[in-house]
């Protein structure tokens, strides 16, 4: 497809289990984003990729988050031993390495901790 | 540091309706600015931008004018549509030197807009 992808669309999973959300982002899009959207607020950033280098992981709220990239494409974020205040519609983006240049966004995974 | 703050929601109108979504935004340096906007179901996509102080963006319809000495981005329509109902973002981009983020944003929470015929 020509969009950035994610899956699973939706994830329950219960409290203290480990996740992993996957992005394939637009071919070609060598910077990737994450950000996370709890209910009613805005987005919240995560970490950016350039390429499979992350130079920004400023976002993440804890050590239980991280995430990598591989072959300049799919990304993983993955969350250790889940709370339920992780509940959140993570979104990855990607983009050209250009200033201004628009970032293009998946549907989402959203994630319940139960 | 920067942030977005933009008008509450939801926002409901009737098919014709102008309309207006404010936005102001506080910002280190020379950002540039956005209007993104998520239809039901669908992925959030840029609606249009403006670079530097004074430009304009459009599209759809749509159009939002950059302005430094308000630092606002107020989002307007004419006449919306049943089909411009979606949720409505107000971003920055941090215009920092070569090595920074490029293209992160700073997003405000989102306005929900409902237009009924």
């Known amino acids: 497809g020509a969009g950035v992808s994610q899956s699973p669309s939706n994830k329950v999973t219960e409290k203290g289990k480990d996740v992993e959300l996957r992005c394939d982002p637009i071919?070609?899009?060598?910077?990737l984003y994450w950000y996370r959207q709890r209910l009613g607020q805005g987005l919240e950033f995560l970490i950016y990729?350039?390429?499979?280098?992350?130079?920004?992981k400023s976002g993440l709220p804890s050590d239980r988050f991280s995430a990598e990239r591989t072959g300049e494409s799919v990304s993983t974020l993955t969350i250790q031993r889940t709370q339920q205040e992780d509940s959140a519609v993570y979104l990855c983006?990607?983009?050209?390495?250009?200033?201004?240049?628009?970032?293009?966004f998946g549907n989402g995974t959203r994630l319940t901790v139960t | 540091g920067n942030s977005v703050t933009q008008m509450e929601g939801p926002v409901t109108l009737s098919e014709e309706a102008f309309l207006t979504i404010n936005c102001t935004y506080t910002?280190?340096?020379?950002?540039?600015l956005f209007w993104y906007v998520q239809y039901p179901g669908e992925g959030l996509q840029l609606l249009l931008k403006?670079?530097?102080?004074?430009d304009k963006g459009s599209n759809k319809g749509f159009e939002a004018t950059y302005r430094k000495e308000t630092t606002s981005f107020h989002l307007e329509k004419g006449s919306v549509q049943v089909s411009d109902s979606a949720v409505y973002f107000c971003?920055?981009?941090?215009?920092?030197?070569?090595?920074?983020?490029?293209?992160?944003?700073?997003f405000g929470r989102g306005t929900q807009l409902t237009v009924w015929p």
């Open positions: 983006a990607s983009s050209l390495p250009l200033n201004n240049s628009p970032l293009h």
């Open positions: 071919s070609g899009h060598t910077a």
């Open positions: 990729f350039q390429g499979n280098s992350a130079p920004d």
């Open positions: 910002a280190t340096g020379y950002p540039s």
């Open positions: 403006a670079t530097k102080a004074d």
């Open positions: 971003a920055l981009s941090d215009q920092r030197g070569r090595g920074s983020t490029l293209g992160r944003l700073y």
